[in-house]
């Protein structure tokens, strides 16, 4: 191997590392999170570290280090120097790579070497891999039996052997992802379910050769440890589901998406298997044969459930919602998405019937929710809801949100993005008759609202509000930023993007001395000048994000100064 091959950063050297806090993220949070792109040619790794850095950094008090690799970087030489490189350090704990269609020089090869010079190896992530196979995974299995975490995604080469391996060698492993994976199937879930003691999370999506076969061996012989799975786009049925239901009793955690050959029968077996007592989260989408019937068969089959959210599931209808809120006595929060058999009645009927737990319920894409003008019988009401989050029903209105404002008196947190059929009168019980204080106030795209509105919110709220969202409200002006700056003391986001805000209303920002905003953005406001330079100055002494895009008033000198001058601000332009 030659030395001018090796990155600097791989020579063991005397450089001191950073240490970093351990991790004390979900499991699920870290899978979800372990290597999502950001920007072209960067993602990011646990513990914040990028393919760009220079120095191995301490992963936990073990002294284990964390490598990250995306594109040319990921070779055989480069993991070969890893490995000779760590030795002395500590070993490797966590290895990322990150292929793409320059990653030609990884094979193997560099997996055999990672395996003979890293055994205290506890996580692996391997993504857009094609050049990498079984034979490689099989040594990882052979020399790192510390592994715990393994995700694989779109590694093609990969098939059950490379997995049954692992499987068989690292009994220490607790959480496994497969993604698009097209040559892993049944057999894999099998070794997993019957070889490895702790396992307790595994996420399966997009591999065509997962079936029924699978998922109940691994719930039969791991049903009892499992405490969280995710199952996307697989080709299962109603058996899985069953099986799920009567096994999974360790399941705390449990997400379903894409399965379109599992049918009513499915999910109603599986409320009635009596295995789902401890499950506190579900997450259902796309899922056609989800039915108002197995609907209710959850709500009573799943008594500890917390947090449940539904979406694209188009046989569901109020009578499905009201029943399932009327059986999960324990439920918290409840979210629904593009279901469009959900009407205002159906709204009405679970903040009417949620046992007083409630205290999150968001509508989005609902089509079927428009105003119906009626008298609900206002016999009780949801005092236990504290985030109420409407987002794109164009069909409610003044009357139906009145409604929901009478129901609702102990709101905190309010976000009506994209109501365009709403008017000051509609807002005003919602902030009138709030028994608490709101905090969160999001009416991005309500293009109705006036000044009069949020000179009654910070009238009212002005004490607590911390967030505001006015992106999009048309005739708001400068008069709605005095009312702010008189009456908001701890406001520390806001976004009058879009708005008829002028050069005036930034100077009355400026003057109001309690008034310390971390973010604020003025993107498309027409009226905003370079006159405003001394006053966005002013302002940016405690801004962390300024966002002036769009702002044709504003000419690139006053950019620079500003990017000069509030250095320690994050400004998009």
Not at 359 to 374: M, P, Q, S, V
Request: glycine share 12%.
């Amino acid at each position: 191997m030659l030395l001018s091959s090796i990155y600097r950063d791989e020579i063991c050297t005397t450089v001191t590392t950073h240490f970093v806090e351990p991790e004390n993220r979900s499991e699920s949070q870290k899978a979800d999170e372990f290597a999502q792109p950001k920007e072209k040619g960067e993602f990011d790794c646990p513990n914040g570290i990028k393919p760009e850095d220079e120095e191995f950094q301490e992963a936990d008090s073990h002294g284990y280090l964390s490598r990250c690799l995306e594109g040319k970087k990921a070779s055989d030489v480069r993991l070969a120097a890893i490995s000779v490189g760590t030795a002395s350090r500590g070993g490797l704990g966590k290895l990322s790579i990150r292929g793409n269609t320059s990653t030609s020089r990884l094979t193997d090869l560099g997996l055999k070497a990672i395996s003979r010079g890293c055994p205290s190896l506890g996580v692996l992530s391997l993504w857009n891999l094609s050049s990498v196979g079984d034979e490689g995974l099989s040594a990882i299995a052979t020399g790192c039996h510390s592994l715990e975490k393994l995700d694989l995604c779109h590694c093609p080469a990969i098939t059950d052997k490379g997995l049954i391996a692992i499987a068989m060698n690292c009994p220490n492993l607790t959480s496994v992802t497969i993604e698009s994976c097209l040559n892993i199937g049944n057999g894999s879930l099998q070794a997993l379910g019957r070889t490895c003691p702790n396992l307790k999370c595994i996420t399966i999506k997009n591999c065509p050769l997962v079936g029924d076969q699978g998922i109940a061996s691994l719930f039969s012989s791991a049903g009892h440890t499992i405490t969280k799975a995710n199952f996307q786009a697989l080709n299962i049925s109603d058996v899985s589901l069953a099986v799920i239901g009567h096994y999974g009793s360790a399941m705390v955690d449990l997400a379903l998406g894409g399965l379109h050959g599992v049918n009513e029968r499915g999910f109603w077996v599986m409320g009635k298997g009596q295995g789902l007592h401890k499950l506190k989260s579900l997450s259902i989408a796309s899922c056609r044969g989800v039915s108002d019937v197995g609907l209710e068969a959850l709500g009573n089959g799943c008594p500890n459930l917390k947090v449940f959210g539904l979406q694209k599931c188009p046989l569901v209808s109020d009578n499905g919602v009201v029943s399932f809120a009327k059986a999960a006595g324990s439920l918290q929060s409840l979210r629904l998405e593009d279901c469009h058999r959900i009407t205002q009645f159906g709204v009405l009927g679970i903040l009417a019937n949620c046992g007083g737990k409630l205290k999150a319920f968001a509508l989005t894409n609902c089509l079927g929710i428009r105003d119906i003008d009626f008298e609900f019988p206002l016999t009780t009401s949801c005092w236990s809801l504290r985030s109420l989050t409407i987002r794109n029903c164009p069909g409610l209105g003044d009357v139906g949100l009145g409604m929901l404002g009478r129901l609702c008196p102990g709101l905190t947190h309010v976000d009506l993005t994209g109501l365009q059929g709403i008017t000051d009168s509609g807002i005003l019980p919602l902030v009138q008759r709030s028994g608490v204080d709101l905090v969160k106030v999001n009416l991005s795209g309500c293009v109705n609202l006036t000044d009069n509105l949020v000179a009654e919110i910070t009238k009212l709220h002005g004490g607590t509000l911390e967030i505001l969202n006015l992106d999009g409200c048309r005739c708001i002006t400068d008069v709605s930023l005095k009312a702010i700056a008189r009456n908001c003391s701890l406001l520390s986001e806001l976004d009058v993007s879009q708005c008829r805000i002028t050069d005036s209303g930034i100077a009355i920002l400026a003057g109001a001395e309690q008034l310390f905003l971390r973010v604020l953005s003025v993107a498309g406001c027409s009226l905003v000048s370079d006159k405003s330079l001394p006053f966005l100055a002013l302002v940016g002494k405690s801004l962390v994000g300024l966002n002036i895009q769009h702002c044709c008033g504003i000419s690139c000198g006053t950019v620079n100064q500003l990017l000069e001058h509030l250095w320690r601000c994050d400004i998009l332009s």
